[in-house]
């Protein structure tokens, strides 16, 4: 018996021994039981299809200016109502899904709670959805959006988009790299700040400190969520003015009501 014939039964004994468990209400999956014990059927990537449900917009109309989640179709030529008085310099944009309901509670819980693995499983949608994207098929590069060294000091141990950029990695092959914009203006927090303010606060907030690894080629920066776009913004307007082709945003979540 081949390598490959041996793997699907490693894997069932393996879920025998070590049951999965859903990372949002955590129910138990036992194969062949899922069915008798819950409402729901298990989805390949871990999370039970009642949860994954809730968080995963499916084919909803998208905007590709500003990653929002829309409920009808826009009628701009480009951007939505949220974003298109707003001259975005990132050439497309995605996300798993708006920042409500479900999504957003399992956004703060990895945030404040620390828990590295939930935010992993929230990089692995995104990595999702950005496979199932044409138009990232190019993309020579990940960068996650840096923090400055005296937040992350404060943080609670893991830094979420570079988390996020490592699992999306695993799934796309597109490789990251943590040393591409540096953080060195210690910004504000955005929350409480209007658009304009916020635009103003992360203003020559990174440097690109290696130029010659963007120059020419398509980028993609990833964070945890996008309210405003001003960090996003800020940190395209970097790269671009390094020589970036192109640059592309995802982020799990995009959050509308602020804007």
């Not at 014939?5 to 209400?25: D, E, G, I």
């Not at 790299?177 to 927090?189: D, M, N």
Request: charged residues 20%.
């Amino acid at each position: 018996m081949s390598i490959n014939q041996l793997l699907p039964t490693a894997r069932h004994v393996l879920r025998l021994l070590f049951p999965r468990s859903c990372p949002s209400c955590h129910a138990e999956f036992q194969p062949g039981h899922a069915a008798a014990c819950f409402d729901n059927v298990w989805e390949d990537d871990g999370w039970c299809r009642t949860c994954r449900l809730q968080i995963d917009a499916q084919n909803s109309d998208r905007c590709q200016s500003c990653a929002a989640v829309l409920a009808q179709p826009s009628p701009y030529s480009r951007g939505c109502a949220s974003c298109f008085r707003q001259d975005l310099p990132f050439n497309l944009a995605l996300s798993v899904h708006n920042y409500q309901g479900l999504l957003q509670q399992l956004v703060i819980q990895a945030k404040n709670a620390g828990d590295e693995t939930l935010m992993s499983q929230l990089g692995r949608l995104l990595g999702q959805e950005i496979k199932k994207h044409h138009q990232t098929a190019d993309i020579d590069l990940m960068v996650p959006i840096p923090t400055h060294w005296k937040r992350q000091f404060f943080s609670k141990g893991f830094h979420g988009p570079s988390l996020i950029a490592q699992n999306i990695e695993k799934m796309t092959g597109i490789p990251q790299s943590q040393r591409i914009l540096r953080a060195v203006k210690p910004t504000l927090k955005q929350g409480t700040l209007s658009r304009t303010a916020r635009l103003q606060n992360v203003r020559n907030a990174f440097v690109c400190r290696h130029p010659n690894k963007v120059a020419g080629r398509s980028v993609m920066l990833i964070d945890d969520v996008m309210t405003s776009g001003a960090t996003l913004i800020e940190a395209t307007r970097m790269l671009k003015q390094a020589g970036a082709k192109q640059v592309v945003v995802a982020v799990i979540a995009r959050a509308t009501s602020a804007d």
